[in-house]
């Protein structure tokens, strides 16, 4: 018997619809990967270029990014 693979959609988790915050940063990740943008530093700039900023309206920093996305995959 030939087994099924499993796969997760990530929505399955979500409590609420996503916020214009997260879809706006949700745009921004994949236009910067898109472009080829693979390391922290970078995408740090591009965010910061795209004026997609943090939380609470400051620019990023690759500290406050990665707090970010942790506080947003929790």
Known sequence: MKQQ????????FRTAPPT???NALG???EAAF?????????L????????VHAPDGAP???E???TEIKRLGA
């Not at 898109?34 to 970078?42: C, N, S, T, V, W």
């Open 5 to 12: 693979a499993l796969y997760l959609e990530p929505v399955q």
């Open 44 to 51: 740090v700039a591009r965010l910061n270029e795209a004026g």
């Open 60 to 62: 990023w920093t690759p």
């Open 27 to 29: 745009d921004a990740l």
């Open 64 to 66: 406050t990014f990665e």
């Open 20 to 22: 214009d915050y997260e």
């Open 34 to 42: 898109a472009d080829g943008i693979d390391a922290l530093e970078p």
